[in-house]
């Protein structure tokens, strides 16, 4: 049996800590009296990942060269564990790409441990604009439990969340089937009504997908799926974090009414995140433009094409522009997610040893990751 012994700055004491990593998983954590100056928490988990570094889980000719290289810069950005994200299209491309990702899996033993589940985010979403956001309009459909079988085929079970819109008639017993199968269940791009949005998490919902975006810009001053899903506490608000898609008022807000323990920082981020500055032409979006702030917006507007940041630059926002403390931010990307992936994130005894070492000088710089206990980056 292979031990590892780890080192680094804990984000909540500020103290230095020795992780021994024993098989692959956490035996030992004990403060230490050694100088370190870089942090060492457990990976980080993104829930919603689209594309990365040039690579898109919704390209027409996704490849296992794209689950493998998508994985590949995950680990780079400090991410150990993340759910590939696939945006509303007909049956048969959903289940052709599930199909190449259960294959990236059974191919490459990394892969298969980055990825704990699959993401789909629609067909099952609001039709109408501003609500429904790049989603392409003529493949928006109702929930079908018919539908979910065909894709779990594909994917050989690999489908572990799903975003909809719960105004639907057959949103509510669509919800519970799949909350009995073990399948999250995110509220998202959605113009339901708070009675809808409350059957829906009375039926099992438990996360909402991208809160304060996928909605049209002018709704309801009051009767809004934006109250409704902040003032449930059985739901779980997703966020992203990256100074663009939520102005850093609406975010603290946010924040303070779900609270620590129930936001979950996302990245959402597309095939043009880590990507240099300059137009682009992209299947969803048409022409866009990346400026050099990592704003992505269609080509002569101000209108969002989608997320370029990491989650370790979300985290970097909190703490800098928010002033989030360092562990909660951490939390938020670790822990807080982690519950919606077999418990991973956690920096414990007996858990995986998927760990990262940080500084924090200027902004958060991922210095080295752990898979396993097996030095990846």
């Not at 030992?28 to 009296?33: A, G, L, P, Q, V």
């Not at 950005?77 to 599930?98: D, K, M, Y």
């Not at 309801?220 to 899903?229: A, G, T």
């Not at 989650?311 to 800098?320: G, K, S, T």
């Amino acid at each position: 049996m292979r031990t590892v012994a780890i080192s680094g700055l804990d984000p909540q004491s500020g103290r230095s800590i020795t992780v021994t990593v024993e098989g692959g998983f956490i035996a030992h954590i004990e403060e230490t009296d050694a100088d370190m100056e870089s942090y060492l928490s457990a990976g980080l988990v993104d829930l919603q990942v689209n594309g990365v570094a040039g690579y898109d889980f919704n390209e027409e000719q996704i490849s296992i060269d794209t689950v493998t290289n998508v994985t590949a810069a995950m680990l780079v950005s400090g991410v150990t564990c993340f759910a590939p994200t696939l945006i509303t299209a007909s049956e048969e491309a959903l289940c052709r790409r599930l199909k190449v990702i259960v294959e990236a899996r059974t191919s490459n033993c990394r892969v298969a441990a980055c990825i704990p589940f699959v993401h789909v985010e629609g067909p099952h979403i609001s039709p109408l604009d501003g609500f429904r956001g790049a989603h392409p309009a003529e493949f928006v459909r109702p929930p079908s439990i018919t539908e979910f079988n065909r894709w779990q085929e594909a994917a050989s079970g690999l489908v572990g969340m799903v975003t909809l819109s719960p105004h639907y008639d057959e949103s509510a017993d669509y919800i519970a089937e799949l909350t009995r199968r073990g399948v999250h269940i995110a509220i998202g791009h959605t113009h339901a009504t708070p009675e809808q949005i409350n059957q829906a998490v009375d039926a099992g919902a438990s996360l909402s997908t991208h809160l304060g975006n996928g909605v049209a810009q002018q709704i309801p001053r009051h009767r809004n799926p934006i109250w409704s899903q902040l003032a449930d506490d059985r739901l779980s608000a997703a966020l992203i974090a990256d100074g663009h898609h939520l102005p850093d008022d609406v975010l603290k807000v946010m924040l303070r009414v779900k609270g620590v323990g129930r936001s979950v920082l996302v990245s959402d981020s597309v095939a043009l995140a880590g990507m240099p500055a300059g137009i682009y032409t992209t299947p969803v979006g048409g022409n866009v433009e990346l400026r050099p702030d990592g704003r992505l917006c269609v080509l002569g507007s101000e209108l969002l094409a989608g997320s370029t940041a990491s989650v370790a630059q979300c985290i970097n926002h909190l703490v800098r522009a928010i002033g989030i403390p360092l562990h909660d931010a951490i939390a938020m990307a670790t822990v807080n997610p982690g519950r919606f992936a077999d418990g991973r994130g956690q920096l414990a005894i007996g858990s995986r040893a998927d760990l990262i070492r940080f500084r924090m000088s200027g902004e958060l710089t991922i210095e080295n990751v752990w898979l396993a206990g097996e030095l990846v980056h």
